[in-house]
């Protein structure tokens, strides 16, 4: 589909025997672009044909002939429609039709400050994809041959760009402001600017896939709720972070404490164990033993406490 019109511009008559081919009025000379010879002598028969330009026998090209009737730069492009000169149609074709080039100031820190906009992480994706130019728009759509539909589905514009989708479309950001202006929304709205944009995406979609309206006041509210339910929880998560980083309160033990500890090695003959015992006055006993190895170092962590039990009696 995209190389359509190349081929159109590119396109010329199939010669064959040249029966059918006439040589002043059918594009058959293979030049830059496909055309008619041209003459060489005000004065030619309008009805000659390609085959008449040929050897019957040979069926090769009739030089001489060819310098009677053709202009000299035809005879040398007599051959085969190359790829080369396809490529040089396509350039001629991209130059003349290519915009002229403006220049327009740098996004690149605006997309840096996107990721330190207080809002959630999806809307910062689709800000920066609108920054970007890579929002599924019709227009990108279209100049990416996967739609030949340009035109706005809210509004019938001719080309929906991102731009028109965002700030000049009658369901945009200028309007919804300007809407909400008048309806007395206090000035504190343009906070929840992000919210705005990625609900006129959301309204946008739901035209497209499912036929439905937004009113722009419909997205306002919309956007202004959830914005305030995304600050109110980032609240609720900050004091929550800071409950679970104090500190537990120092408590002291209602009775005695003791801790213990077992000492085994498989090549020791004997394990050890010891005890610290503080009572509710706070006064510490120490204690330690010695014991004939026992199978595993488990078993010695229970000889232990079972002695230190015993100790405590």
């Known amino acids: 589909m995209a190389a359509q019109p190349l081929l159109k511009a590119g396109l010329r008559r199939s010669i064959g025997t040249g029966n059918n081919t006439r040589v002043w009025s059918d594009h058959w000379i293979p030049d ?10 005000p004065s030619f028969n309008p009805n000659l044909r390609v ?22 730069r035809d005879i040398p492009l007599i051959q085969t429609y190359s790829v080369q000169s396809g490529y040089t149609l396509a350039m001629e074709m991209d130059t003349n039709r290519a915009p002229p080039l403006v ?15 207080k809002t959630s992480r999806k809307i910062k994706h689709f800000i920066w994809n609108a920054l970007s130019d890579c929002v599924q728009v019709c227009g990108r759509l279209s100049d990416r041959h996967c739609s030949s539909e340009r035109n706005s589905p809210r509004c019938g514009a001719d080309n929906e760009s991102v731009n028109h989708l965002l700030f000049e479309s009658p369901s945009n950001v200028n309007h919804i402001l300007w809407r909400a202006k008048e309806l007395g929304v206090p000035s504190s709205i343009l906070d929840n600017v992000p919210w705005l944009l990625w609900y006129i995406w959301k309204a ?13 006041l419909d997205t306002v509210q919309t956007a202004i709720s959830e914005a305030a339910d995304w600050r109110l929880a980032q609240i609720l998560h900050t004091s929550q972070g800071e409950e679970e980083t104090q500190p537990p309160p120092d408590t002291q033990p209602l009775g005695p404490r ?13 394990i050890g164990g010891g005890m610290v015992l503080t009572d509710e006055d706070g006064f510490t006993t120490f204690g330690s033993f ?8 488990l078993h010695a962590e229970l000889h232990t406490l079972l002695w230190a039990m015993k100790s405590s009696l």
Not at 60 to 69: A, G, K, M, R, Y
Not at 258 to 270: E, Y
Request: glycine share 2%.
């Open 32 to 41: 830059v672009k496909p055309r008619p010879a041209i003459p060489c002598c």
């Open 51 to 72: 085959c008449d330009l040929s050897d019957p026998l040979s069926h090769d090209w009739n030089l001489p002939l060819l310098h009677q009737l053709l202009s000299p």
């Open 103 to 117: 220049s327009e100031p740098s996004t690149t820190s605006l997309k840096a400050k996107v990721w330190s906009i």
């Open 258 to 270: 003791c801790s213990i500890d077992a000492s085994w090695h498989q090549d020791d003959a004997f």
């Open 290 to 297: 010695t014991s004939n190895r026992s199978l595993t170092p």
């Open 204 to 216: 946008r979609k739901d035209k497209l896939f499912n036929g439905k309206d937004t009113p722009p």
